[in-house]
């Protein structure tokens, strides 16, 4: 088990590994999107995307799911055996929260709050058992590595903003409604 990645190179993983089990390729799914409207995408935006040097609109997400014959939360959804990816900030979340809404995370007006039952502790030290049971101490070292990572990330408290925040009230949004034909 290695430490958590981006989760955009994840979607990019999942994209290369939907058209690799098609036995499709890259140019035929960038015909795919033609064919799907999106008439920009040539085999170069396939193997960026692939490669984690493009990221994935999320107009782009339904289509690209249907050019790949198979669903958005598989595109989205970390592969089986992945249990957290990371923000872009790199703080890890685990598999689960991708899926559903686990609390793990929480918002003190502006200020981000990491629920404690989302300590991977007990897990990686399992796994750092297992992996020194099996006589693979770099992997079991690469762990330690990355739960005290984690541990240090929980201990931190969040950095005040600037002494003079500025007050702001959201504006309610109402989405026209369409208009009822004349007859």
């Given at each position: ?5 981006p ?5 990019a ?8 089990r098609?036995r499709?390729?890259q ?6 999107m033609?064919a799907?409207?999106?008439?920009q ?10 490669a984690?040097?493009?990221a994935?609109?999320?107009?782009e ?6 050019a ?25 979340v ?22 404690p039952?989302?300590?991977?502790d ?8 297992e ?25 931190e ?5 600037d ?13 026209p ?7």
């Amino acid at each position: 088990m290695s430490a958590p990645q981006p989760y955009g190179k994840e979607l990019a993983g999942n994209v290369a590994a939907s058209r690799v089990r098609l036995r499709i390729s890259q140019e035929s799914v960038a015909g795919r999107m033609r064919a799907l409207g999106l008439g920009q995408w040539r085999k170069q935006t396939v193997s960026e995307m692939e490669a984690g040097g493009r990221a994935i609109r999320a107009d782009e997400l339904l289509p690209l799911s249907i050019a790949l014959e198979t669903t958005v939360p598989v595109l989205t959804t970390l592969p089986v055996g992945v249990t957290a990816a990371t923000l872009p900030n790199g703080m890890p979340v685990g598999a689960n929260r991708v899926v559903s809404d686990d609390q793990s995370f929480a918002w003190d007006g502006d200020k981000l709050k990491v629920a404690p039952s989302t300590r991977a502790d007990p897990l990686i030290d399992a796994l750092i058992a297992e992996h020194r049971r099996q006589g693979r101490p770099l992997e079991a070292a690469a762990l330690e590595g990355y739960r005290d990572q984690l541990r240090e990330m929980s201990s931190e408290e969040p950095q005040e903003e600037d002494a003079q925040e500025s007050e702001s009230e959201d504006t309610r949004v109402q989405r026209p409604r369409p208009s009822k034909g004349r007859r």
